[in-house]
């Protein structure tokens, strides 16, 4: 999250899509323009992409399988990006863990479940159905074969975040939107660059902080999405070679990038490759922060040195 302490910087901050959404900008009189804008987009961001959405084009889409269908560009281009994603990774990441997910009880909203306790168990296997999806952009139409169920929950921020930077034009000053701490930046920076804080949790206090001038930033851990379920702890990184939740030896991963599609996907991916991830994101010319259970961090690929959280690294 940013650390908002220039004087010409102000913020704005509103819960949805699961997470809080924190729009800031260096031209306060701008503040109420951008946030609209960005309020516009989680809108059309949830009525896409939404599972828990009955409404929505996700689930009118998963209705009509087995023949094209026409689809928004905002919902082709969440697809086209996954797809991308996965073949850039092998299949770690993958939109249609939808079951999996699923059947590890995070069946409703993480509000649902967080008051209602996940839901019952479900027998599942690996995932990897991506590669039968089918995109036609001459006729702008999807194709999604019987029985495979999508999920976007490991892009949908990043999208949201690229998507609202990208429709508002050319940036009025500087801007920055983030999603649940997955965030970007257009525009001239404030003074320094934009302080942004990385911590375990959401509201934990930030143990580091990285200055930002430019690009994306997004962490992935367990945070906030992970449940108790007849003693045994789950939550929502679903690792499609098993169809379960994954296991890591690193507690959160911060990525930097040029969108925060990338960001987020790429640590979302390190997360599951656990040992191997360092080398992963190097090897994708990409920077980097590890930090593990026992509180070591490695970083990879230029990440600023270490520094504590108040100096703004």
Known sequence: MPLLTHATVASASFPALGSEITVAVTDPPRLGRVVGHVRACVDAVDRALSRFRPDSELRRLERRSGAPQPASELFIE?????????????GLFDPTIRDALEAAGYDRSIERIEAEGPGPARPTGPAGNWSRIRVDRATRTVTLPPGVRLDFGGIGKGLLVDHALRTLGEPPCGVLISAGGDLAVAGPPPPGGWRCGIALTPGAPDEATVRLLA???????????????????????IDPRTGRPGASRWQIVTVAAGSCVVAEVAAKVAWLLDEAGPEWVASHGLAARFRDRAGAVVTVGGWPAAAPAGDGG
């Open 215 to 237: 690009g994306a930033l997004a962490t992935s851990g367990l945070g906030r999405r992970q449940w108790m379920r007849a003693g045994e702890a789950l939550h929502h990184l």
């Open 78 to 90: 969440a697809l086209e990006r996954s797809i991308m994603a996965a073949i850039a990774s092998n």
